[in-house]
């Protein structure tokens, strides 16, 4: 959607997806840097833009796109109407900036399937219980086409990007990343997750939730790309699929902090209530009746996280805290890796090899995370990539 040939090159597809006798409704996103354009315009305005209207703004991108997207699949011929959030029944809660889909009022969208209209939704939007506009955060396009997928029971969600699917790691870093034809939606939440960019966890989450499978496939051909769905047992044959990386880190250490009852929950409930989302958490073992703490956030919340930490010093006893945001987070994931002993040791071979120090690990039964310097970070997944055999689709 970032130019006009683009718009009319998606038009003709979306047109042959009608024409082989689907009902089609597609959720676009804003054009091309849109929505960065307006973020700028806004900073030229104000440091401390309120979030209401913010939305207000950043949900006219995805307008714009809708109308030209709708008047050029009409130009060749065939019924359509574009419709924003608001117009489509899509409400939210109330926290703007990062709304949650609460619900889907499918009464619109099924009258105009029926008659005969392919239909184009502004993605990234709803409104909340005031009828006030929300926006969804990042992925939030993703999100609305699973959500609308999932009200109206679709067969598949088809999910159309830059690539040709999802890769055993960022093709950008390592040439003989590979396509993956499928993969577990467990698999994909967790790739997604830790930084991999071609879903957003939470389109994921709800494809998993309502059992929609979905179809990752590039917008500039017609190949086969990967899908996602659940997978038997019996099919996982990767004990590792993917390496994934995450720059947009940061680590925060708490040194001393009292070892008693309702510590961790006061930190991490105050956390949560400034909408800071915590990532690996990390408790030493205790001594003197103190221990450390630490955990990660993403890099645009560690100000905050921060400034909420030094608040409550004197409630967690804590003697000091130290920050880091020159750290990113490499991981391996593979449901095959809950059956296959000594997986997470590999990796610490691999990584020590390079003298790649570990500054944090997080374990679960399908993927192993570490904390290493950031600008160990492409070194670390080339490396992975290679000791797992991932272009081979065998374990070393």
């Known amino acids: 959607m970032a130019d006009a040939e683009r718009i009319r090159r998606v038009a003709r597809r979306v047109a042959d997806a009608r024409a082989e006798g689907n009902g089609v409704i597609v959720v676009v996103s804003a054009m091309g840097d849109t929505t960065d354009d307006l973020i700028h315009l806004v900073k030229e305005i104000t440091d401390n833009p309120p979030e209401r209207e913010m939305d207000v703004i950043l949900s006219t991108g995805e307008q714009v796109s809708i109308a030209l997207l709708a008047m050029a699949v009409k130009e060749l011929g065939v019924p359509v109407i574009s419709l924003t959030g608001a117009q489509v029944g899509i409400v939210t809660d109330n926290v703007h900036t990062k709304a949650r889909i609460l619900n889907v009022d499918t009464a619109r969208l099924r009258k105009e399937l029926d008659g005969g209209n392919i239909v184009i939704v502004a993605g990234f939007q709803g409104v909340n219980d005031c009828n006030d506009i929300t926006t969804l955060g990042r992925g939030g396009s993703d999100t609305t086409a699973v959500a609308l997928a999932a009200a109206l029971k679709a067969d598949l ?132 009746e103190r221990n450390d703490i630490s955990f990660t956030c993403s890099r645009g919340d560690l100000k905050k996280a921060l400034a909420v930490v030094q608040g409550l010093l004197p409630e967690i006893g804590a003697n000091g805290v130290t920050s880091n945001d020159s750290v990113a987070k490499v991981s391996i994931v593979g449901a095959g890796m809950v059956s296959n002993p000594g997986v997470a040791a590999l990796m610490f071979e691999a990584l020590a090899g390079e003298g790649i120090n570990l500054e944090m690990i997080s374990t679960s039964e399908i993927k192993t995370s570490c904390i290493i310097k950031a600008d160990q970070a492409e070194k670390a997944v080339r490396t992975l990539h290679k000791k797992f055999n991932l272009a081979k689709n065998i374990i070393s």
């Open 157 to 288: 969600c088809e999910i159309y990007t830059d690539v040709d699917g999802v890769y055993t790691t960022d093709p950008r870093v390592v040439d003989e990343a590979r396509k993956l034809d499928m993969v577990s939606y467990d698999e994909m939440l967790e790739l997604a997750n830790l930084g991999a960019v071609v879903l957003h966890p939470r389109s994921v989450e709800l494809a998993m939730q309502y059992g929609i499978p979905l179809h990752v496939r590039s917008s500039f051909n017609y190949n086969l790309g990967t899908i996602v769905k659940e997978v038997d047992s019996m099919e996982r044959s990767l004990v590792v699929t993917g390496v994934a990386y995450d720059l947009d880190v940061a680590k925060i250490g708490l040194y001393d902090v009292f070892d008693k009852p309702g510590i961790a929950y006061k930190l991490f409930k105050s956390l949560a209530d400034e909408k800071i989302n915590v990532d690996m958490i990390i408790q030493s073992a205790t001594r003197d």
